[in-house]
């Protein structure tokens, strides 16, 4: 596609409930970036992705987390038993790789665990 | 690993003003990009800058590597300019991220 997709937009779930938050890189983009945004805060480092594997996990903020990528294309971040501090907008961004190209963001995904 | 530093952190300002943003960072990069999130919060990325001075309409950018700090202008200031304004550095130096740095960013509100 144009630009980086994801879906859904909006996620609003129960505390204690697994949620799967899944990005569209462009086409071509090897790099991909996923990014947590609390409201009114800068952008948190998750996990970045070249190709399909992931040298970096270190941004996970708990065993809750896991992210995984196929194709060198889509991804999907899941969070288990969500917590009400799970509550942000989750970005995900990709690029052409080794933070050599311009980066380009998704529209996010705002999750809100009750 | 590499700080980035962004002043200042909150700006408002009159429509038709002109402002400069900074961003210093403590290390050598490889790159540096700016981007812009909007009040709807979508992130779009305004220059893709090493080095050297960029112009794109009312907004242009210059960085400054050897002294390790961009500045981003804005001129002739417009309502749509308001939000958060991003820098962020590749040093390729690992530490996370792919060696990819964000700074916390300039709140900017343009007032009509």
């Known amino acids: 596609g144009a630009g980086v997709s994801q879906s859904p937009s909006n996620k609003v779930t129960e505390k204690g409930k697994d949620v799967e938050l899944r990005c569209d890189p462009i086409?071509?983009?090897?790099?991909l970036y996923w990014y947590r945004q609390r409201l009114g805060q800068g952008l948190e480092f998750l996990i970045y992705?070249?190709?399909?594997?992931?040298?970096?996990k270190s941004g996970l903020p708990s065993d809750r987390f896991s992210a995984e990528r196929t194709g060198e294309s889509v991804s999907t971040l899941t969070i288990q038993r969500t917590q009400q501090e799970d509550s942000a907008v989750y970005l995900c961004a990709s690029s052409y790789g080794q933070g050599l190209s311009p980066l380009h963001f998704g529209n996010g995904t705002r999750l809100t665990v009750t | 690993g590499i700080q980035v530093e962004q002043s200042p952190p909150d700006l408002i300002l009159q429509e038709g003003a002109n402002s400069t943003l900074r961003c210093n960072f403590s290390?050598?990069?490889?790159?540096l990009q700016w981007f812009h999130q909007n009040p709807w919060g979508q992130l779009i990325n305004l220059f893709y800058i090493p080095s050297g001075t960029k112009q794109n309409g009312r907004l242009s950018a210059t960085t400054v590597a050897t002294e390790r700090y961009s500045l981003l202008y804005i001129s002739s200031s417009q309502t749509t300019d308001s939000g958060v304004y991003f820098c962020a550095v590749f040093s390729g130096l690992g530490g996370g991220a792919d060696g990819l740095t964000f700074g916390k960013g300039t709140h900017l509100i343009i007032q009509p």
């Open positions: 086409s071509g983009h090897t790099a």
């Open positions: 290390d050598s990069v490889n790159n």
């Open positions: 992705f070249q190709g399909n594997s992931a040298p970096d």
